[in-house]
């Protein structure tokens, strides 16, 4: 036996090349086995069909889309109200998680037993039946359109939906000035490092006057006014919509309360107690010296359940809201590419997955101690 066959580097080489040389040919033989049995039912394999009429209509798009659109277009509005759902939830999420969590710890009796239930019941009962559930309560036991009664001026609630006002042509004047508002942030605070400059200006007066500038004019309001078997005018959220975002939120944010809790519980007390015997009160105290610390502890697992949330959007499909994995089911009834159909799903889900994990590294190593172990 030849020398080299002794080397224990040479061995362990020789073990990963063969276990990637027999997930290649597992890869190729399945690719393979798949074209064959495409070609037999003469079903040509490709994207080419993105650009062919889709023939079916989608009930909820943000962009422009008809029957006569190509499935390349029914993707966009797909992936556009996959995002939609994502970013709301994952906001709502986190803002009730963080206040349940907080509740949890809390000194006062009934709000840490209340805190306790929620996690409890929301966290032990299946997200799919949770999805139903809201579903069915909002589409069976909300009043029909003709019945429904105004609340707080022109807002209502009804089995078709939320209704309520909204300003005429905002969303691209609100893009605009969110990354305006966005890029002068990041560029006074790198000046202000930079300069050692410690005047910090209010939030509230900086938003305000950035909408002001790039909007011009006054908004203009359109409230929701019955006409003939449905209301017209201002924006609506539909049963659909508000069933997902309901059972995503109430289901994710049980964990994220978990998660919170032992972030602010792994703070030693005596820190707290130092800051109140500094004078600080309670809010400050955990603002300034709780808070900044418990999220070292709490970024690693809330980007999992941030993850968690978007991937379970997919669930929409049982209550039939217009999410990405429904659009691609659709389009698969209808030209039978099945595999090209699955790849752009799984591919879309994994981009959310990585661009998410990569944003909160990010902040994670912007929050960490210098020097600790990450």
């Not at 209010?202 to 305000?208: F, I």
């Amino acid at each position: 036996m030849p020398q080299i066959f002794y080397s224990l580097a040479f061995r362990r080489h020789l073990l990963q090349f063969s276990v990637l040389g027999i997930v290649a040919a597992l890869f190729w033989f399945l690719i393979s086995n798949a074209i064959t049995n495409l070609s037999e039912q003469r079903i040509a394999s490709g994207f080419d069909f993105l650009f062919t009429e889709a023939a079916f209509d989608i009930g909820e798009s943000f962009i422009e889309y008809s029957s006569t659109s190509s499935f390349l277009k029914a993707f966009q509005v797909g992936l556009l109200n996959t995002l939609l759902v994502a970013l709301i939830g994952n906001i709502f999420a986190v803002f009730l998680g963080t206040f349940i969590g907080m509740a949890r710890v809390s000194s006062n009796w009934l709000i840490k037993k209340v805190s306790d239930v929620y996690i409890e019941t929301f966290r032990n009962i299946p997200l799919l039946l949770q999805l139903f559930f809201w579903y069915v309560l909002i589409s069976e036991f909300l009043p029909s359109v003709r019945e429904a009664e105004p609340y707080l001026g022109s807002v209502f609630l009804t089995q078709r939906g939320l209704y309520f006002p909204f300003p005429q042509n905002i969303l691209e004047p609100t893009a605009i000035a969110l990354f305006a508002l966005i890029s002068l942030v990041m560029i006074y605070r790198k000046w202000r490092k930079s300069n050692r400059f410690d005047f910090k200006p209010l939030l509230l007066p900086v938003v305000l006057g950035a909408f002001v500038l790039i909007f011009g004019r006054p908004l203009e309001f359109t409230s929701p006014m019955l006409a003939g078997f449905n209301f017209e005018g201002g924006a609506s959220i539909t049963p659909e919509l508000g069933a997902l975002l309901l059972g995503l939120v109430l289901y994710t944010a049980a964990f994220i309360a978990e998660i919170v809790r032992s972030g602010i519980e792994s703070i030693d007390r005596g820190q707290v107690e130092a800051g109140m015997s500094l004078g600080l009160k309670p809010p400050l105290v955990f603002q300034f010296i709780v808070l900044p610390q418990a999220m070292r502890v709490v970024v690693p697992p809330l980007t999992s359940q941030l993850l968690n949330l978007t991937k379970n959007s997919s669930l929409a499909v049982a209550i039939g809201y217009p999410d990405l994995l429904n659009v691609s089911n659709t389009a698969l009834n209808q030209t039978g590419q099945a595999v090209e159909c699955i790849l752009i799903v799984m591919l879309i889900y994994l981009s959310f997955s990585l661009l998410t994990s990569l944003v909160m590294n990010i902040y994670n190593k912007k929050t960490a101690i210098p020097g600790e172990a990450r």
